[in-house]
């Protein structure tokens, strides 16, 4: 980083100003009869459906994965090099695709 960089850094960098500290504020949760939609508050538990012990493992990836994975939409057979026969090619004309004279679009002037 050069000295410029460093010097905006030092004048612009506000990271020390961030409040440090777990911050928890309940004041939003809800209270009896006040809502239709329940709020949790902050420090109420949360269920983990993940084990710790098995997450990161190589079987849980493969289940994943397999998981994942249609079967039923995988081709077996290969398609590279499926062509067409030489000569079958054929480049659009200047006029194709373009509407003809008589189906009611105006013309520009020539």
Do not use: C, W
């Amino acid at each position: 980083m050069s000295s410029a960089d460093d010097h905006y850094e030092q004048r612009n960098d506000f990271a020390g100003d961030a409040p440090t500290g777990n911050v928890s504020d309940n004041d939003y949760a809800s209270r009896t009869d006040q809502s239709q939609i329940p709020v949790q508050k902050d420090d109420a538990p949360v269920e983990n459906p993940i084990d710790p012990a098995t997450a990161d493992s190589d079987e849980t990836l493969v289940r994943d994965e397999n998981e994942a994975i249609d079967q039923s939409n995988i081709i077996e057979s290969h398609t590279r090099g499926a062509t067409k026969k030489a000569g079958t090619y054929t480049e659009p004309g200047d006029e194709e695709g373009l509407p003809g004279p008589d189906d009611g679009t105006s013309t520009v002037r020539r």
